[in-house]
T-cell receptor
Framework: QKEVEQDPGPLSVPEGAIVSLNCTYSNSAFQYFMWYRQYSRKGPELLMYTYSSGNKEDGRFTAQVDKSSKYISLFIRDSQPSDSATYLCAMSLNFNKFYFGSGTKLNVKP | ETGVTQSPTHLIKTRGQQVTLRCSSQSGHNTVSWYQQALGQGPQFIFQYYREEENGRGNFPPRFSGLQFPNYSSELNVNALELDDSALYLC????????????FGNGTRLTVT
């Protein structure tokens, strides 16, 4: 069983839609949870970072962590064509080693 | 603020050869981690360097080795290249032994033929 599971998509939505991206994980000891966005031929770019359970909002992005269910989510409001990218979830016990999902490819159609 | 820079951007090598990839960390960051990203997969942890010493290692064989220099820049060396080593190699920097999220460079695309 993989440490982190993520639906690869692709996920195709119209511009302005609310997007929900999700990951599940197996290790209950994970404490730090991150979302990265990766454009084609680029490195991952940090979007959101949360510690332990709860919600965090930053502009159009909201990250949720449910440690009891071992489930994390990223919501994107008012999605734009420029949001089209691969979204990677990542998690860590202590920031020493990060475990990544395989990424969900998102396409926002104008 | 200068971000993470990696060189070269692309590289083609033959099976059995050796390769060295280079990374300059983001200004103010003293910890460097290396990840391997195969096509269609998420990054996989190779190792982390802090204070010029290895500070954690993933499930990669000893032919993957690294260095960190006093200016916090780093090298990844891979010996006896195999076809499966073809991937995007990502360098990421962070603070204080990895006590913060990772900031990635754009990677080196390695192709082994």
């Amino acid at each position: 069983q993989k440490e982190v599971e993520q639906d690869p998509g692709p996920l195709s939505v119209p511009e302005g839609a609310i997007v929900s991206l999700n990951c599940t994980y197996s290790n209950s000891a994970f404490q730090y949870f991150m979302w990265y966005r990766q454009y084609s031929r680029k490195g991952p770019e940090l979007l959101m970072y949360t510690y332990s359970s709860g919600n965090k909002e930053d502009g159009r992005f909201t990250a949720q962590v449910d440690k009891s269910s071992k489930y994390i989510s990223l919501f994107i409001r008012d999605s734009q064509p420029s949001d089209s990218a691969t979204y990677l979830c990542a998690m860590s016990l202590n920031f020493n080693k990060f475990y990544f999902g395989s990424g969900t490819k998102l396409n926002v159609k104008p | 603020e200068t971000g993470v820079t990696q060189s070269p951007t692309h590289l083609i090598k033959t099976r059995g050869q050796q390769v060295t990839l280079r990374c300059s960390s983001q200004s103010g960051h003293n910890t460097v981690s290396w990840y391997q990203q195969a096509l269609g997969q998420g990054p996989q942890f190779i190792f982390q360097y802090y204070r010029e010493e290895e500070n954690g290692r993933g499930n990669f064989p000893p032919r993957f080795s690294g260095l960190q220099f006093p200016n916090y820049s780093s090298e990844l060396n891979v010996n006896a290249l195999e076809l499966d080593d073809s991937a995007l190699y990502l360098c990421a920097s962070s603070l204080n032994g990895g006590n913060s999220p990772l900031h990635f460079g754009n990677g080196t695309r390695l192709t082994v033929t």
